[in-house]
């Protein structure tokens, strides 16, 4: 089973990992199948399974419930699951849900947010909870940012998302996740902290692994496709398209051929 310690190699090495959101044991299986490299129980399954709007609705006992699932089915992966809405309010709800999360077999909890969650990442990490820090856009908190947009798009704001990621390593974040920022802002990012690896979502070919949520890259989108997102079922055909598409998907991240251009936010920061 993947670790976090080969992740770190990983980013060593310069060798890109995969990553996918997860939510079931046959998905995991054909991940498994597949050799992702790591799997995201995601709050976006509020969305993909349950049908809302918005990730808001989803609980902690989603996450166990979906966690489980995914775990007695991928033994490979590395597992990381998602503390949702308002369950890392306080440090005290923090150590008492992510305990949960763990317990159902997850390898690390991400949660979303800057440098005023040092305290909660600190204790989570001083109880053997690995932290991934979720940043950039930040879907639980799409009401404060006014929609789904691409963040850190001037060089200041850049330089704030990187003063936050610095002081969120400092008190421990062990992965951190960028989501929808510009190419160059994921660039930096994972060159400013050679010992932590960097996930993006349209974030750009230079971060050191590549997350999508897994029914975009399977096509299953309801109208909007984000410009991140490729549709690796588009070239497949016959009985066994869903894990050949996902294969693909893995290939492609570790040969560093997704994103291309097309799937990047190229966005010059004055
Ligand atoms: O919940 C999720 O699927 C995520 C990804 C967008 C990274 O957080």
């Not at 990490?125 to 799409?142: A, D, E, F, K």
Request: glycine content about 8%; overall charge neutral; aromatic content about 6%.
């Amino acid at each position: 089973m993947i670790n976090l310690s080969d992740l770190r190699r990983f980013k060593k090495e310069g060798r890109k990992f995969s990553c996918l959101t997860c939510y079931d044991a046959s998905m995991a299986k054909a991940m498994e199948t597949a050799q992702i490299d790591s799997v995201l129980i995601g709050d976006s399954l509020g969305m993909t399974i349950q049908g809302h709007d918005s990730t808001l609705p989803v609980t902690v006992r989603d996450i166990v419930y979906h966690t489980a699932c995914v775990r007695r089915a991928n033994q490979h992966a590395f597992l990381m699951a998602d503390l949702p809405f308002m369950a890392y309010a306080t440090t005290k709800d923090a150590l008492k849900n992510a305990k949960k999360v763990m317990q159902a077999g997850a390898q690390m909890v991400k949660i979303e947010g800057g440098a005023w969650l040092s305290d909660t990442v600190a204790s989570l990490t001083r109880n053997g909870i690995p932290v991934c820090m979720h940043l950039g856009l930040t879907p639980q908190s799409v009401h404060v940012l006014g929609g789904y947009k691409v963040q850190a798009r001037t060089r200041q704001s850049a330089d704030a998302l990187l003063q936050e990621c610095k002081m969120l390593v400092d008190a421990g974040a062990a992965i951190l996740l960028l989501e929808c920022v510009p190419a160059q802002v994921g660039k930096e990012v994972a060159q400013a902290f050679p010992e932590i690896p960097v996930i993006g979502i349209g974030a750009g070919a230079d971060t050191d692994g590549q997350v999508l949520v897994v029914q975009d890259m399977l096509g299953l989108t309801d109208g909007h496709v984000a410009k991140f997102v490729y549709n690796f079922m588009s070239k497949q055909s016959g009985p066994y398209a869903i894990l050949d598409a996902i294969t693909t998907y893995h290939q492609a991240v570790i040969k560093n051929t997704f994103p291309a251009l097309e799937q990047t936010f190229q966005i010059e920061l004055k």
